[in-house]
Structure formats: structure tokens, C-alpha cells
């Protein structure tokens, strides 16, 4: 099963870091959280990646290209200009690097890699988030609701839109609540091929366009995952991350 990330946002709102690189390269402990991502979904046997690239795409696949060739002990032989490899990568990743436009919207992104998906059933997520939700039960959560989209609802702070969901079945996104402690869009979803029918163009939405239609259908999922989430999406997210990776606690690795 492919795994779809976003990360082609601006990440304004995390401007002091994103000033010099994209958002998904923000660094957690020593390594951008998009690494911390793709180990994740790897721990459990997925391993094929597609990444949507928009701002500073150029970014992440230098590091991408580096992380593969050099994340190796070296012996350099300058007699010889020869390079041996003295601990090879047990990493069985796939990674294909898709340019999908600077300033093109959430959905518009995902539309651009209809052709790499259009088959099969796939994982979806944002490249800002980590999570310890358990990828297996949300898989055979879709299974059972025979949903297009099942998505991973957790509890967060209200300064995000919040779902309404009756009978595990999303039916529709309520603005900012500030009173309010509800469940919310964590990512983490799986999807039918059938989504590209409820995306049409770069500007499309998503969040607002294709899964709100697909919840006034009746045709998009929730897994309650009550469990650790976190998005970084200012830094001060990006500290408190930081903080959980130098506590040695760490409930997204394994």
C-alpha cells in the first residue's frame, strides 16, 4: 500500500524556520520531522512513499538524495579514488518525489498524483504531524465502514475546525471553536482511488471540498485515535517536540 504525504505548503505560521527551508525539513531531535514520518509508517511495512513537493520541493529532495547516499560510515581511498560503504541502510524505502506546484491547494496536490494512485487503496497524511495511532486498526476501521475516506479524528486544542461525526461516519467540518475541545482532522487517513472524482483543480481544498462532499454522502470514515498527536505548526510545537525527543519518550518512534 502506497503512503501519499503533503509537503508543499508555505508554513507561514512557522516562519522563523521555514524562512530557509519547507516546513516537512523542520528538524525534531537531529532529523527533519518528514524522516521521523516515513520511519514511522515503515515500522509498519509501508515503505512506499509518494511526497507532493510544492515551496522549496528542491529542498527536500537534496536532502532526500544526501540521506540515501551518505547516511553511511565511509572509508575514502584517495589512492585508489575509491569509496567503500562500511554500514549499509536496512531502510526498504521507495520514495518517489513529485513536484505539484507552488501555490497549488491541498487537494489540487493530491489530484497531480492521480496517475502514481489511481489503482489501489492508500495511506494519507501531512508532512507536519506525528502520531502514535495505530496504522493497522485504522485500516481495518475503513474495511469495516466501507468508506472512500477514513480519517484519524483525535482531540486537540480548539484553534482547529472541528468534526461532527455520528456513528463513526464524518458528516460535516464546523468552524474554530474556542470553547470548545473536539475532535479534529488529525490526518493519518486511508483512501479509495475514487477520491479523484471529488477533485477537479489545483485550487481544490482537501479538507473543504472533496471531504465535506464526501461526508454530506455519507462517505467518510473516523478512527478515534485517543492516543498521541501532535502537528507542528508554530514553534512553539516545535519545541514542545523537542522537548518529548530529549525526553527519551518518545511515543511516535519504535
Known sequence: MKVVIIAG??????????????????????EPILIHILKYFSSFGFNDFVIA???????IKSYMYDYMNLDNDLTLNFKSKTIKELKKQNKNWNVTLIDTGQKTNTGGRLKRL??????????????DGVSDVDL?????????????VTLTAVKAPP??????????????????????????NGGFMVMEPEIFNFLKSDNDSLEFDALESL???????????????KCMDSLKDKEILNEIWNSKKVPWKK
Open 215 to 229: 461526508g454530506k454522502k455519507k462517505l467518510l470514515g473516523s478512527y478515534k485515535h485517543s492516543g498521541f498527536w
Open 9 to 30: 505548503g508555505y508554513g507561514t505560521r512557522i516562519s522563523e524556520e521555514t524562512i530557509t527551508k519547507p516546513k516537512p525539513m523542520v528538524e525534531i531531535g537531529n
Open 136 to 148: 493497522n486498526k485504522l485500516i481495518s476501521t475503513h474495511k469495516r465502514l466501507k468508506t472512500l
Open 114 to 127: 492521480e496517475k502514481f494512485l489511481k489503482k489501489d487503496t492508500f495511506l494519507f497524511t501531512y508532512g
Open 53 to 59: 513537493l510544492g515551496f522549496k520541493g528542491d529542498y
Open 159 to 184: 484553534r482547529f475546525g472541528n468534526l461532527k461525526i455520528y456513528n463513526n461516519k464524518i458528516e460535516k467540518f464546523t468552524e474554530k471553536d474556542q470553547n470548545a475541545d473536539e475532535w479534529i
